[in-house]
């Protein structure tokens, strides 16, 4: 969707339109579908997780000034909050899932660390289960859901180069990790 026609459905949406908001939930419900999933145990959990957020959004919508951020990043920032406050209100530790369930590992996130093609998914899942969350959570919304750095930091209540800085940091970390595996193991 054009960043115009975007614009529009969400001004349409803060005026009390449902069916632009329908717009807007089709254009990003699967991508934060798949970033919530990577951060919860359960499709059921995440399905919830993704209701929970669009309820948020649709309520807070009037709210939402495109000169403070981008919608993307505003979004992301309201599905980051529920999952936080699921775990909060259910007393428990945020326990990342691995990212990349039932996906291949994006193309970006190759090309970014000029990992070979034949790594598998289930080796770059294993190793991005190691690195710390704030890293790991930097990649998820760079790389899983294609997040700017500038979306990306606003999703974080980050600057940008903090969230440069961590991404740095964390393929740095993902390619040492890369290259303690005998080549054999990695395909």
């Known amino acids: 969707m054009e960043k115009d026609e975007l614009s529009n459905h969400i001004k349409k949406a803060q005026s009390g339109s449902t069916e632009s908001f329908g717009v807007i939930y089709d254009q990003f419900s699967q991508p934060l579908y798949r970033f919530i999933r990577a951060k919860t145990s359960g ?16 309520k807070g919508l009037p709210l939402f000034n495109p000169d403070a951020g981008s919608f993307s990043g505003w979004l ?5 909050n529920a999952i936080t406050d699921h775990y909060r209100k259910n007393s428990r530790i945020i326990q990342t ?7 291949d590992a994006p193309a970006s996130l190759n090309s970014e660390q000029d990992l070979d093609k034949n790594l598998s998914s ?18 998820e ?3 899983l859901s294609d ?17 440069r800085m961590a991404q740095h940091r964390a393929l740095k970390k993902l390619q040492t990790l890369i290259k303690q595996y005998p080549e054999h193991e990695l395909r």
């Open 97 to 103: 899932v691995e990212i990349f369930d039932n996906l």
């Open 43 to 58: 499709n059921q959990q995440a399905e919830d997780l993704l209701q929970e957020t669009f309820i948020k959004a649709w």
């Open 76 to 80: 992301y920032k309201i599905a980051l």
């Open 147 to 163: 997040l700017s750095i500038k979306e990306t930091a606003q999703a974080l209540n980050k600057s940008s180069l903090s969230v």
């Open 122 to 139: 289930e080796k770059l899942r294993q190793m991005l289960s190691q690195l710390p969350d704030n890293y790991r959570t930097v990649l």
């Open 141 to 143: 919304l760079r790389f």
